[in-house]
C-alpha cells in the first residue's frame, strides 16, 4: 500500500533562507507523486508533481522538488524564501487501486518564516 | 477556468438540523472529491465519485450522504451530526481517476456543529 511520510512538523528558517521540506514515500508499485500548499483558511494549491521523466521537478513559487527513487524521497526546496511562503505544506502519492484511485497526503509540514 | 466552486464558505448547524454542502467545477473533470480536514491535519478522504458513480466510500458514517446529480456536481447532504464533525470539508476534482493528474481543490467549507 502507498504511504507518505513527512518528517518535519515545522521548519522555521530565516527570509531569503534556503528551505527544504522532507517526504518519504511508500510504494510497491509506479508513484505519482505531489506537493501541494495551504494558505491559512484556504483550499489547497498544487506546487508540483512528478509523474514520471526528468526526476528534478520545477513548480510555481520558485519551489522545486526531486524525485530519488534508490531513497524513496520526493523533497521539496526553494533557494530563498520569503515571508508569503508561511503555509503547511503537504506532501502526497496516488494510490491506483482495481476501480479507482485516491491522492493520499502526508501528515503536513508548517513552514514558518521568520523576518 | 480552473477553479472548484464550494458553497458555503461557513455554516453553522444544530445536532438535528439537515443541511448541504455543494461543490461546482466547469473543467469537464470526470473525478469529484469530499475530504474532511480538522485542524493542524492533513485533509482525510471521504468519497470519490468517478463518472458520476461512487467509487469509493472511505467508511464514512451514514450521516453523510454524497451525491453527484451530474459530471459538474457534487453534493454532500448532512444531517443528525454530531460535535465532532466540525471540519473544514473540501472538494476537489481531477480530470478522472488512475492517471495521476492533480486534483484541483476548492476554498472549502468550515463546518461547526453545535
Known amino acids: 500500500a502507498q504511504s507518505v511520510t513527512q518528517l518535519d512538523s515545522q521548519v522555521p528558517v530565516f527570509e531569503e533562507a534556503p528551505v527544504e521540506l522532507r517526504c518519504n514515500y511508500s510504494?510497491?508499485?509506479?508513484?505519482?507523486l505531489f506537493w501541494y500548499v495551504q494558505y491559512p483558511n484556504q483550499g489547497l494549491q498544487l506546487l508540483l508533481k512528478y509523474l514520471s521523466g526528468s526526476t528534478l521537478v520545477k513548480g510555481i513559487n520558485g519551489f522545486e522538488a526531486e524525485f530519488n527513487k534508490s531513497q524513496t524521497s520526493f523533497h521539496l526546496r526553494k533557494p530563498s524564501v520569503h515571508i508569503s511562503d508561511t503555509a503547511e505544506y503537504f506532501c502526497a502519492v496516488t494510490a491506483i487501486y482495481s476501480s479507482a484511485s485516491k491522492i493520499i497526503f502526508g501528515s503536513g509540514t508548517r513552514l514558518s518564516i521568520r523576518p | 477556468d480552473t477553479e472548484v466552486t464550494q458553497t458555503p464558505k461557513h455554516l453553522v448547524m444544530g445536532m438535528t438540523n439537515k443541511k448541504s454542502l455543494k461543490c461546482e467545477q466547469h473543467m469537464g473533470h470526470r473525478a469529484m472529491y469530499w475530504y474532511k480536514q480538522k485542524a493542524k491535519k492533513p485533509p482525510e478522504l471521504m468519497f470519490v465519485?468517478?463518472?458520476?458513480?461512487?467509487?469509493i466510500n472511505e467508511s464514512v458514517p451514514s450521516r453523510f450522504s454524497p451525491e453527484c446529480p451530474n459530471s459538474s456536481l457534487l453534493n454532500l447532504h448532512l444531517h443528525a451530526l454530531q460535535p465532532e464533525d466540525s471540519a473544514l470539508y473540501l472538494c476537489a476534482s481531477s480530470q478522472d481517476e488512475g492517471t495521476g493528474t492533480e486534483a484541483f481543490f476548492g476554498q472549502g467549507t468550515r463546518l461547526t456543529v453545535v
Open positions: 510504494s510497491s508499485v509506479s508513484v505519482y
Open positions: 465519485y468517478s463518472y458520476e458513480k461512487l467509487s
